[in-house]
């Protein structure tokens, strides 16, 4: 098939829009009769209810209690565990009680509902919780090989909550409609939301999502909107009216998901030779008060726990556990950074502890074709870790610079990284992820439930069509994700809406093509009226997967990166000035070069805000820190440009080869900055690193 | 009261204490200015008060009192950063264009701006999309653009050239 | 906005006269920039509802020389304080704090005048004035009074301005030497001072060192100026700095980074200006 639109850098869809500020995002959107929604939240940690007072003239407003529901109140996720409102007790701060609804924003937020509670004592750290959300074993070989080791070289590793910072806030409105409820909103999966919806409202009052402009997600719109969302519809239920709500920003940092924080132990036997004998991992994430996506994220983290290395005996056990924290949900990377920012500074210090060349143990290491995984998977022809990490380690001149820098304030550390793609094991079986082409009058039409949330969904999905077609990439339109209009593509997550989804329309374009003969669709349309083709999504069949034992192929593919961070400490105030940062990934192809660097540079920066300064400051299980003035990210003047490497190695399995990208740049900035500074002697083991943990490392010989 | 509104008079009705942004998002329905923190931090509500950037999140509507207002509305689709926006995919999610598109025209008096400048320029604007390097490919390739376009005057192009 | 807009009260006077006695006639909050004030009106825990817009005084704006006194206007601009070519040559280290205060947004509104009264300890202009001994010009409708920005503060967020007052400018004699200025923020741009400090050396043993966000107010070190005067060690001094600060633990920084780091910024200013 002729191929004009894939590989290049074509116009965003949506670019007009968004550069003109016509873009329509929730906030942007008004219904005639709308009211504004609030939300009355928990002020403790943990407690029982014991009264609710209303200090305000309720005329003019709705409120709405977890009495109002007329389904379950239980949010309908992994587990049916957590409430939509408090019904008796709180469990965190910031958990919902009870809604109000007016239509004029000043009335709303001028009442007073006064919450007595009887405060018991909150379970805040989590190595003290034995109440646990999930607990993976992954057995491979035998770790009691670590008697046989030369070494073994011990660690604890430490990550801090990270807060997603979209820049739009979670906003939503609800319309009741046809005799049911209509969610608009900014929202990254509308499929899930709508499950929810379902579950809530009953089956007497039928739910349809439609996705508003997302100003960013990274893993925060994925499961938290179904929160909001339900919400909103029981206060349009109960009034008969539209309802906005739009979180503010202490509101929404105070209230919604963050990155799990994480505790990672680490036992490493090696050779002298460097050869690794075997490797003990010990994952624990904060789950936080509900169970949210904890299992999953804790899954993705430990299979990815043994970072990309060929080890025959690895046993890594996670667990993610109960605390009296707001939950914590999905955040690009899904475990995988906590766990490599972990064995990342690990290996940096097992090679140290053999008096090895970081880059030579890496290198003796490396996972390559044929090897298997800690879960047994072997590995096919693409696996890039070698490649990334001689081209980051030629393009950054690291050796040379690795010993000029001695001695000075400056300093080069490197990580080695690798990203599934797609959801685990058999979870894309089960998902029976559809795609949707229809022919139009002028071209065709993607009807599909990805979302856009900046990442390219729409541009990336209709260059895949048009050539895979053979139409004009302009000639094809995407749609809106509307739940009563297209089908259920599975979440926009995971790194898997290019690979999964776009491998499903690239499938239907050929079906169309063959069904269009030598028609132009608007030709077909024009004889023969509208056609429709939808596919199933199909993984590739020799993946096996035991959910029970943790063994086998966990992902289709994996995303390779190598990063290399050459930095500068200021030897009187300790802050990290970022020098040269490279990223050298492999991820297939690029469907969209430009949109692919956006997405390594993103989340590269992502990483490095998450590495230097992006510190949860929690106090009495709740953030204290919750303005953007106070939780730090990344401003220009933080990073340097990034330098990217686009490695290429196309996937068999992916359309046009592509594979998964979105969250495999968080991966690798972390630890490689860690390193970095370990080159300068500061032995960091926890995250962020901030000028005042620096302060206060002790600082050894460098050698 | 009255100011001006991309060019238009207008006059607002608003408690003269009502943000600046609300005045304009919500009574004269230009949404392309955004709220992304209330608390001037993040630059999303950036717009130009008699050519100068500022949030209107912090902004009285009393203090733009007889004074030029320029919103994102205000460029009408048709400035050449604002395609370069496009084309250098300076936009991601989208939610801080408006903000950042009008905090760089600041750099328009910057014949040949600096990286450093434009970061500068840029630096009370978040991205949490691009990492930002888009967005300075955008506006130095609109800089050289302008300095080298057929509207450069002669005597400065050719001063600038030797 | 937690705050409803319709709950406030703004008058906007003309003149110095009519804003001095809207001041003695009923309380009121004076507003210039704002930027402070929208984001307590935002995040609703600001109790002021009444406030008076001195955004109208043109003549709070100027910056000119008076004799061998630079006086700015309390109304000046951080972009205004970068772009005047008074304050570049008299006091580029105000310059470099002008820059150094929020992005370029809150730089065309925020003033001077606003960052002395708001009064948080880490305002970043005000080392640079504690250090030059600038004066605070204060009028109110019973007339005019110079308090030395070293005794202006009483406490945290307390000063010795009445109500009825107004800052109307600032005036900074001539400063001779060498000036010094570093801010050490949260990072690299909009960041509130986790440390900050403003240095002069005026001769091989002079010096004058202020340092905020370390103590309730802006900290102007005498003691470890006097030990320089004397001719004492460096590291005298920096024991005699650490003594007269009392940084806290908070959401930014802790007491020990602050402790250490002004010491080292005292060692660095010492070296670089000998």
């Keep these: 098939m002729p191929v004009t639109a894939v590989g290049q850098s074509v116009s965003r869809k949506d670019g007009i829009g968004k550069a003109t500020g016509a873009a329509k995002y929730a906030d942007d959107l008004t219904w005639p009769g709308m009211l504004h929604g609030r939300t009355i939240r928990s002020t403790v940690p943990r407690g029982r209810i014991r009264a609710v007072l209303f200090d305000f003239d309720t005329t003019g407003f709705t409120i709405v209690d977890h009495a109002d529901v007329p389904g379950s109140n239980m949010v309908d996720l992994i587990e049916r565990d957590q409430p939509l409102l408090a019904v008796h007790e709180v469990r965190h701060v910031g958990e919902p009680i009870l809604l109000l609804a007016h239509e004029d924003k000043e009335v709303l937020h001028a009442a007073r509902v006064l919450v007595e509670y009887e405060e018991l004592p909150p379970l805040l750290d989590p190595e003290g919780s034995e109440q646990t959300f999930k607990t993976i074993t992954i057995d491979k070989g035998d770790a009691a090989a670590m008697a046989g080791a030369d070494l073994v070289v011990e660690g604890t590793y430490q990550t801090g909550h990270q807060e997603h910072i979209y820049i739009e806030p979670n906003g939503v409105i609800a319309v009741p409609e046809d005799g049911g409820i209509t969610v608009h909103g900014s929202i990254q999966c509308p499929f899930y939301a709508l499950k929810a919806l379902k579950a809530l409202l009953g089956p007497d009052i039928p739910a349809r999502v439609v996705q508003t402009e997302t100003g960013g997600g990274f893993g925060g719109k994925e499961e938290f909107p179904s929160i909001p969302a339900g919400h909103a519809a029981l206060l349009a239920h109960k009034s008969g009216r539209p309802v906005k709500i739009i979180y503010d920003r202490v509101e929404d940092m105070v209230s919604t998901t963050k990155r799990h924080p994480s505790i990672v132990r680490h036992r490493t036997g090696v050779k002298r030779d460097g050869t690794l004998v075997a490797m003990e991992v010990e994952v624990i994430l904060d789950g936080g008060a509900y169970v949210t996506l904890s299992p999953v994220v804790l899954s993705r983290g430990c299979i990815h726990a043994a970072g990309p290395y060929r080890c025959d005996n690895i046993r890594i056990e996670g667990r993610a556990v109960f605390t009296n924290t707001p939950p914590n949900g999905a955040f690009r990377g899904f475990g995988a950074p906590q766990t490599e920012f972990a064995v990342e500074v690990q290996m940096e210090r097992v090679a140290e502890a053999l008096g090895m060349d970081p880059v030579e143990f890496r290198r003796k290491n490396a996972l390559r074709a044929g090897d298997t995984t800690a879960t047994g998977q072997v590995l096919r022809e693409d696996c890039s870790a070698l490649a990334v990490l001689d081209e980051a380690v030629r393009r950054t001149e690291f050796a040379r610079k690795r010993t000029e820098y001695e001695g000075t304030d400056r300093a080069i550390g490197l990580s080695l990284f690798y990203h599934g793609a797609g959801f685990t094991g058999s979870g894309e079986r089960y998902l029976k992820s559809r795609a949707r082409l229809e022919v139009t009058p002028t071209g065709v039409r993607i009807a599909t439930g990805s979302t856009e949330i900046g990442q ?207 969250e495999l740049p968080m991966d690798g900035p972390a630890p490689a900055v860690v390193n970095a500074l370990r080159h300068l002697g500061h032995d960091i083991r926890a995250i962020p690193a901030t000028p005042e943990m620096i302060a206060a490392s002790p600082v050894a010989a460098r050698t | 009261m009255r100011f001006t509104l991309n060019g238009l008079p207008v006059e607002t009705n608003a408690h003269p204490m009502a943000r600046l942004l609300d005045v304009l998002r919500e009574e004269q329905r230009l949404t392309g200015t955004k709220e992304g923190c209330g608390e001037g931090e993040c630059g999303a509500c950036t717009v130009l008060v008699d050519g100068q950037s500022v949030c209107s999140c912090l902004v009285p509507v009393a203090q733009v009192e007889g004074a030029r207002v320029t919103t994102i509305e205000g460029l009408h689709g048709t400035h050449p950063l604002q395609k370069l926006f496009m084309d250098e995919v300076g936009a991601q999610c989208g939610i801080c264009t408006p903000g950042m598109v009008l905090a760089a025209l600041a750099l328009e008096d910057n014949p040949v701006p600096t990286l450093d400048d434009v970061r500068t320029a840029l630096a009370g604007n978040l991205c949490r999309c691009t990492g930002y390097s888009a967005i300075y490919r955008a506006v130095l390739k609109w800089r050289a653009e302008a300095d080298s376009g057929p509207h450069a005057a002669p005597e400065q192009a050719s001063a600038r050239h030797k | 906005m937690r705050i409803a807009t319709s709950s406030l009260d703004l008058r906007r006077p003309a003149t110095l006269e009519s804003a001095l006695q809207a001041l003695r006639d009923d309380a009121r909050t ?245």
């Excluded at chain 3, 005084?57 to 304080?81: K, M, Q």
């Excluded at chain 3, 801010?183 to 004058?208: H, M, Q």
């Design chain 3, 30 to 274: 004076p507003i210039a920039g704002a930027t402070d004030l929208y984001v307590t009106l935002n995040f609703g825990t600001l109790e002021a509802r009444r406030f008076l817009d001195l955004s109208r005084l043109a003549e709070l704006r100027g910056i000119t020389e008076r004799g061998d006194t630079l006086v700015i206007g309390a109304l000046a601009s951080f972009t205004a304080l970068q772009r005047s070519p008074l304050v570049v040559k008299r006091l580029p280290m105000l310059v470099e704090a002008a820059r150094l205060v929020g992005g370029v947004q809150i730089q065309n509104r925020a003033t001077l005048g606003g960052n002395i009264a708001n009064a948080s300890p880490a305002g970043d202009s005000l080392p640079v004035l504690a250090a030059v001994d600038a004066a605070i010009v204060l009028r109110s409708v019973d007339g005019e009074r110079r308090v030395p920005m070293t005794e202006f503060y009483t406490g945290y967020r307390a000063s010795v301005m009445r109500p009825d007052e107004l800052i109307t400018a600032v005036e900074v004699p001539r400063v001779e030497g060498h000036q010094w200025f570093r801010k050490v923020g949260t990072r690299a741009a909009l960041a509130i001072s986790k440390v900050v400090v403003a240095g002069v050396r005026d001769g091989p043993r002079a010096a004058r060192f202020a340092i905020g966000s370390v103590a309730p107010t802006v900290v102007r070190a005498r003691k470890a100026e006097g030990v320089l005067a004397k001719g004492g060690k460096i590291e005298e001094a920096v024991r005699a700095l650490q003594a007269e600060i009392t940084p806290i633990d908070d959401l930014r920084s802790t007491a020990e980074y602050r402790t250490a780091v002004a010491g080292n910024l005292l060692r660095r200013f010492w070296a670089e200006t000998a």
């Design chain 1, 456 to 662: 390219g969904t729409r541009t990336m999905h209709a260059q895949i069509v048009a050539d895979a077609l053979g139409v004009p990439y302009e000639s094809v339109e995407v749609a809106q994700p509307d739940t009563k209009h297209v089908v259920d593509s599975g979440p926009t997550v995971a790194s898997r809406t290019c690979m999964v989804v776009g491998k499903i329309l690239e499938e239907c374009a050929v079906e169309m093509r063959s069904e269009l003969g030598k028609l132009s669709p608007a030709e077909y349309f024009a004889k023969h009226g509208a056609m429709t083709v939808e596919r199933m999504y199909e993984p590739p069949d020799w993946i096996r997967w035991d959910d029970a034992t943790y063994r086998g192929d966990a992902y289709a593919t994996y995303g390779w990166g190598c990063d290399v961070v050459e930095l500068e400490v200021d030897p009187d105030t300790f802050d990290v000035r970022l020098l040269e940062v490279t990223a050298v990934q492999e991820f297939g192809r690029p469907i969209h070069p430009a949109l692919a660097r956006g997405q390594i540079e993103g989340g590269t920066v992502q990483g490095l805000g998450y590495a230097l300064l992006e510190r949860v400051v929690m106090r009495n299980g709740a953030m204290a820190n919750a303005q953007l003035t106070n939780y730090t990210i990344p401003t220009t003047l933080d990073v340097p440009e990034i330098d990217v490497v686009m490695l290429e190695n196309p996937y068999p399995g992916g359309p046009f080869g592509a594979k998964g990208l979105g």
